[in-house]
């Protein structure tokens, strides 16, 4: 077995070999992550060579929110939660408070307005709707039980009954209408200080809709704010690893390194990676136990 140091010493020369073509044929598949330590070495490894590849590629991405943020604000965006600031709050299948890099101040926020500690103090006030039982339904003063579709569905009737919009409503969603109009009142009467919160597994549409419906209900900028997407997260998984692959059959790619992922196993299966992988004269894998 190669140790680091055998590594280095061959790592040495093969990389200056791309020296004198600033990176050209090299290209770097990694695990797609946000880290600003990474961020820093990737920015070192392209200024070397400004003209290899990087592609970041996650099998399991849903890419929705990125998307939905992209149709809503003409950018792909980050969005962030202040519940401190929300007195009325709708999850469509999100588990906030267990689920993302936020989640452990979304439950430390969300508790800090739930705590009654004086007759007549007042508490904020959580809907959830989700397919299957979460952290966060069960925390819940109301939560009805729905399929992705028809969470969906119940997007689209919310935006009409807040005026957002006149969207058709699928027939035999099984959308209850006296509900959705209940849910619009309350959040509606704490206006600047409610918020509705889209889940992974909803599409982009929805999440371009939750958008909307928390600028009409004053949210944004208080309750909901945003900033910019790195490069890497913005872009789809599924168009880096297919630009990947068709640099490889163009054999436009010498030197393969990958980290932290194992494409041979789980890259789409319609690319045929393994056929374009095994046309690299040299391939490197670090990260990955399987890979």
């Keep these: 077995a190669a140790t ?67 149709a809503a604000f003409g950018a792909p965006a980050r969005v962030h939660y202040n519940l401190r600031e929300a007195e009325r709050v709708l999850s469509l299948d999100a588990d906030f408070v267990v689920d993302g890099p936020e989640a ?3 439950a430390r926020d969300l508790a800090s307005t739930r705590r009654v500690r004086h007759a007549g ?13 979460s952290a966060t339904g069960s925390m819940a003063d109301h939560r009805l039980r729905m399929s992705p579709s028809q969470i969906s569905a119940f997007a689209l009737a919310l935006a009409n009954a807040l005026g957002v919009g006149r969207y058709s409503v699928p027939e035999g969603s099984g959308i209850d209408q006296e509900v959705v109009s209940q849910i619009a009142e309350d959040l509606l009467a704490h206006n600047g200080h409610s918020v509705v919160i889209p889940g992974p597994s909803q599409p982009a549409p929805v999440h371009a809709l939750c ?16 900033t910019p997407m790195s490069a890497d997260e913005a872009r789809g998984s599924v168009d880096s690893i297919r630009e990947l692959t068709e640099a490889m059959r163009a054999g436009s790619v010498d030197t393969l390194v990958c980290v932290d ?14 056929d374009a992988f095994a046309t690299i004269p040299t391939t490197i894998d670090h990260g990955c136990r399987d890979g």
């Excluded at 508490?123 to 039982?133: A, D, I, T």
């Excluded at 958008?211 to 945003?226: F, K, Q, R, Y």
């Design 4 to 70: 680091w140091d055998d590594f280095k010493a061959w790592g040495a020369g093969h990389f200056e070999g791309f020296d004198a073509a600033r990176g050209r044929g090299l290209a770097f598949l990694v695990d797609k992550k946000t880290s600003p330590t990474r961020n820093a070495l990737k920015a070192r490894l392209m200024e070397r060579w400004p003209e290899a590849t990087w592609h970041a590629y996650s099998a399991s991405e849903r890419s929705g929110a990125a998307e939905g943020a992209r």
């Design 104 to 106: 452990l101040i979304h």
């Design 121 to 133: 103090d007042e508490m904020s006030r959580l809907y959830v709707l989700e397919s299957c039982p």
């Design 211 to 226: 958008h909307a419906i928390n600028s009409a209900l004053s949210a944004m900028g208080t309750v909901v704010t945003t």
């Design 261 to 274: 992922t194992n494409p041979l196993f789980d890259a789409p299966a319609d690319l045929n990676f393994a």
